[in-house]
């Protein structure tokens, strides 16, 4: 597992993002970068590749290094559909990439079958930014968080997490 650097959720995940596994965040407009960010500069600095596949903006440059994140090893990939979604894979499988973040589109649950083997092998973290219709579908992350804007930060339920649990609702003090 690896902090979120949020105690609040990583008592609610049960340690924080599950290394080797899928990660799903299920909000409206891509809402949850702000939960990764403490985890994202600390890898930053290990100067190992953090890619970004098909954000729906640009990264902002100065406004991560602001926030304390090394930019040399932030990988920006724009491609989409099959291509994407082999990138995603192969950056996963590579061991280079302890976390790869990725705004799939619709995904197909045998799509998130081969990214989780995929970040099973590379031992990395691969966080899908998904839509909360995507709640009812069967996936093979292993968590699943629920997000919300809230004037506090973000509303953060848990709908699934490895181990069975879930349920619980949290509000982390971040915005985005």
């Given at each position: ?141 292993a968590l699943r968080l629920r997000l919300e804007r809230v004037e506090k930060g ?23």
């Amino acid at each position: 597992m690896l902090s979120s650097g949020f105690p609040v959720l990583d008592e609610a995940t049960g340690g924080g993002w599950p290394l080797g596994s899928l990660v799903e965040l299920l909000s409206p407009a891509s809402a949850g970068l702000s939960l990764l960010l403490p985890s994202l500069i600390r890898l930053s600095r290990r100067e190992r590749w953090l890619a970004w596949v098909n954000p729906p903006w640009i990264p902002n440059a100065p406004a991560l290094a602001a926030r304390g994140m090394a930019l040399a090893p932030l990988l920006w990939v724009k491609s989409g559909g099959a291509e994407g979604r082999w990138a995603v894979e192969q950056l996963l499988r590579s061991g280079g990439c302890p976390m790869v973040l990725y705004w799939p589109g619709r995904i197909l649950p045998a799509q998130l079958r081969r990214l989780q083997l995929a970040a099973e092998r590379g031992g990395a973290s691969a966080v899908l930014f998904r839509p909360l219709e995507a709640a009812g579908e069967s996936s093979t992350a292993a968590l699943r968080l629920r997000l919300e804007r809230v004037e506090k930060g973000l509303r953060v339920r848990v709908l699934k997490r490895r181990g069975g649990w879930h349920g619980a609702e949290v509000v982390v003090p971040c915005f985005g």
